[in-house]
């Protein structure tokens, strides 16, 4: 499939081109998943298949959260490690018994490939993986290649304070905002500055991609990078809605609409979208709406809500609209609406809110 419109080139594309001489002929690792693709949308391994033995020799495959395959549905939905038949090396697991690579799946590399496609949300665990493998690597000196992908809600903006370090864990390993405003590459460069000054770092650059695009910008293709995040219209909305995992209230997973469709079986329909006009966020509409999810929270209960319209993305905050409206339906439906309870992401004390928002529930949800 060709697009003759593109503006913007992967990495990926151009491998043979920006493949650093210095580590022609390594033994490579590779962390792929099922949105690390080409702007011809043929998957990164077949590219890599292509240059093995030449470029590289590959050794091993990696995963991270919702599988090399993008299979498993929702957090701490664990995947084991396989082997890739065609190939005949190992596929290892980064989100099961281990979330870091391990100095025996590192034996015998000589480089670790990260081609994964972030959302531009802290609480997006891609990154994550990306840094605890940084870790291992620069344990081992082993070089890192980061081959950068653009960020689907520009490379730009930013949203939300910095977690407090007492509150990491998974969805925030190092302090910066739920909506951060970078690229998996400069995030990559962050970390290695602030975390992990002497692992050796290379970042395959974009050409063409400018930092205020939005993903339909680039003329690059959409891969679920998740099996609920199916468009771009549910990146942008993600860095508030997905604050809804840490309530009882559902985020619209088991719907076609996940993060953009919510609600629960006692919210009242009319009354409830009104109150959401009144509050005057900007660039959005609020659509009244039911549905009934077929997994998940309310599974084949009828739950009233609203459907997120996004009417001006360059005016429209997703984390201060997703916080608005939990703060409105916490004073709406104060006998109703609960804080889920712990575990989320590995964390078994703290409530998952305050694991989203890095810090106390007090911090932006006062009684």
């Not at 919702?66 to 989100?95: A, C, R, V």
């Not at 460069?189 to 395959?204: A, D, G, I, N, Y």
């Not at 039911?290 to 209960?301: A, E, N, Y």
Request: net charge negative.
């Amino acid at each position: 499939m060709k697009n003759n419109n593109l503006s913007v080139k992967l990495p990926i594309d151009i491998l043979k081109e920006l493949w650093p001489g210095s580590l022609k002929g390594a033994g490579i690792g590779a962390l792929l998943h099922p949105a690390s693709i080409s702007s011809t949308i043929l998957h990164s391994l077949d590219i890599l298949k292509s240059h093995d033995g030449t470029l590289f020799n590959l050794k091993c495959l990696f995963g991270p959260q919702h599988g090399f395959l993008g299979q498993t549905q929702d957090n701490m939905i664990e995947w084991q490690n396989m082997k890739h038949d065609e190939l005949n090396i190992p596929i290892y697991s980064l989100y099961g018994e281990h979330r870091s690579p391990t100095d025996k799946m590192l034996d015998g590399l000589e480089a670790f490939l990260i081609d994964l496609q972030d959302v531009g949300a802290r609480y997006y665990t891609f990154i994550w993986t990306m840094f605890l493998c940084m870790k291992a690597c620069e344990k081992k000196n082993i070089p890192v290649v980061v081959l950068d992908r653009p960020n689907p809600i520009n490379a730009i903006t930013v949203e939300g304070d910095l977690p407090d370090p007492k509150y990491q864990s998974f969805v925030g390993l190092h302090p910066i905002p739920a909506r951060h405003g970078k690229t998996i590459g400069q995030l990559a460069r962050q970390f290695k500055s602030e975390c992990f000054p002497h692992v050796e770092l290379e970042v395959l650059e974009m050409k063409g991609y400018r930092d205020d695009m939005w993903f339909e910008d680039t003329g690059l293709p959409w891969v679920m990078p998740s099996p609920n995040m199916p468009t771009p219209d549910t990146a942008v909305v993600y860095p508030g809605m997905c604050l809804f995992e840490g309530t009882n209230i559902s985020e619209g997973r088991g719907t076609t609409r996940p993060f953009e469709l919510f609600g629960a079986p006692f919210i009242e329909r009319g009354v409830f979208v009104k109150a959401l006009d009144a509050l005057g966020l900007p660039g959005v509409y609020f659509r009244e709406t039911s549905f009934q999810p077929t997994f998940h929270k309310f599974m084949g209960d009828l739950c009233n809500g609203a459907q997120i319209h996004i009417t001006d993305r360059d005016r429209f905050l997703p984390y201060q609209t997703g916080v608005e409206i939990i703060r409105l339906i916490k004073k709406m439906y104060t006998e109703k609406f609960a804080w889920k309870k712990p575990p989320y992401e590995y964390e078994y004390e703290k409530l998952p809110i305050e694991v989203l928002i890095g810090g106390p529930v007090s911090r932006i949800f006062p009684d």
